[in-house]
Structures are given as C-alpha cells and as structure tokens.
C-alpha cells in the first residue's frame, strides 16, 4: 500500500505542474458597480489614496496596517506603500495616469505574502444620474503564480474583494451626497 502512495505522489505532483504549465500567462480581474453620483463626486475619493480607508476592503482586513505616503495627495505620482498582517502583505501602489472623472491607472507592487508586479484601473462611465465605476486588476502570471491559480480561485477571491471595495465606495460617496 505504502509502494502505491509512494508511487501516486509523484505522479500527481507532475501532473499540476504540467496543468499549471498551461495556464494563461496573463490574467485580468474586472468588477463593475453603479454610483448614484456624477464622476466627479466619485473621483477624488479614488484618486487621492489617504480616502481609499473610508472603503478600500483590504483596510478592513488589517486596521492595524502601517500606511506611508509619497508624492503629490492626488493625482500622477501619488503613492501609497503598506505592511500589514498575512491577509494584507506589504507593498505599494502608485497612480501612474489620471484623467479627472473619467480614468485613474495605478502600477502595483507587491512585496509579501508573493511579488508581483500588477497594473490596476478605474474607469468611471457616467450613465443618466449614475455612474458605472470598473475596477480592474492585470498582470502576468509566473510559473508560481500560475501554480497558485491551480489551488484559489484568484478571480473570485479578488473580485470579490473589488466588489466590497466598490459597495464601500458607494456608500460613502452616496451618504456624503445626502449630507450635502
């Protein structure tokens, strides 16, 4: 019996090796939510990255997390860096394209739990008195990366995570509309 496990194991270990092998080299994750707000009342609150607390999900995960920022508030340059617990990692995002209510690209690096280097991207798509903001996230993925992909579900973890941020970011920006 031990001969067969010792004999499986092995077998099993190339064969997700050859399967993550043939994973797609790049990925993209994309989640879309309606604001009831113009763009420009969306904007700010994803362009200046001290706001991304008030509904960025990962700062729900690590309240405790250390956050330094660079550059300018908002805009091209911006940067934000963090080290927080396993769920949230340590690295840094930097907005590398800004058009005011219509785009924001972010270059994202990540340190830890696993390095890589993503581009993520805001869109916001004014329709009648809403706004359909899209959060995107690409990338390519490396052998351990694709590995990874073979265990979780990234699109769903990280969509996931896209859609609470995007519910968040519509409850403050529509409660900060009915205050005004």
Do not use: Y
């Amino acid at each position: 019996m031990l001969n067969i496990i010792l004999f499986l194991i092995p077998i099993a270990i190339i064969v997700v090796l050859a399967l993550a092998a043939r994973q797609p080299d790049d990925f993209r994750i994309t989640r879309t939510g309606r604001i009831s707000a113009a763009a420009s009342a969306i904007f700010p609150h994803v362009n200046t990255l001290q706001s991304w607390d008030a509904w960025s999900p990962w700062a729900k995960l690590d309240p405790n997390a250390k956050n330094s920022f660079e550059g300018p508030t908002e805009g091209v340059g911006a940067k934000m860096s963090w080290a927080g617990n396993n769920k949230v990692g340590v690295g840094s995002m930097t907005i590398t394209e800004s058009r005011p209510s219509d785009f924001i690209q972010f270059k994202l690096e990540f340190q830890k739990p696993m390095k890589a280097t993503n581009i993520a991207e805001f869109t916001f798509t004014p329709e009648g008195d809403q706004t359909i903001v899209t959060w995107s996230m690409s990338g390519t993925n490396n052998f351990m990366g694709k590995v990874m992909g073979m265990i979780m579900n990234c699109d769903k973890m990280c969509g996931g995570m896209f859609e609470r941020g995007l519910a968040a970011l519509k409850m403050v920006v529509e409660e900060r509309a009915e205050k005004i």
